[in-house]
């Protein structure tokens, strides 16, 4: 049913549960596991013109670099691992590289953000739910809830 799972990262910790069921998935439909890390360039447009730019994006892309690698580290044996670094607004790249064809499958964290906070904030995960034209599994990493049944996967398709 699936052959490749792309998962977005963070690098946070808490995202590796969310891999738990990536890794599960992959590992029961012998599917390959395509990690991504999104670097935000548009988050750093505001910075003074005498902030060297290269310097943030080399810091970026290897702040990505690790987060991806972590990825293949604690990956089982039997799982395949791709990993990639890319640029843009990270629930476009996400939802552009969550193609039929190309990943059968999304799964992602959610910090588990509501009212206000999403409203302010925006959310990556909201919007790759509601552009994806794949399914997106959805596992909360919201480290406080993760243990009361509120860190159960939840699929989504639109």
Request: hydrophobic fraction near 40%.
């Amino acid at each position: 049913m699936y052959d490749c799972i792309l998962v977005p990262t963070d690098g946070s910790s808490e995202v590796e549960h969310a891999l738990e069921y990536a890794f599960d998935l992959a590992a029961a439909h012998d599917a390959t596991i395509r990690a991504i890390y999104v670097v935000n360039a548009a988050g750093y447009g505001g910075l003074p013109m005498e902030t060297a730019w290269e310097g943030i994006s080399d810091a970026l892309r290897e702040e990505g670099r690790a987060a991806v690698e972590r990825v293949e580290k604690i990956a089982p044996e039997d799982v395949h691992v791709e990993t990639a670094v890319l640029e843009g607004s990270p629930s476009r790249v996400i939802v552009e590289e969550a193609t039929p064809g190309t990943c059968d499958l999304v799964v992602m964290g959610t910090h588990g953000r509501g009212g206000i906070d999403r409203l302010l904030l925006g959310s990556v995960t909201e919007r790759v739910v509601r552009n994806a034209q794949v399914p997106v599994l959805t596992v909360n990493v919201d480290p406080k809830r993760v243990g009361d049944g509120a860190d159960q996967p939840q699929v989504a398709v639109e």
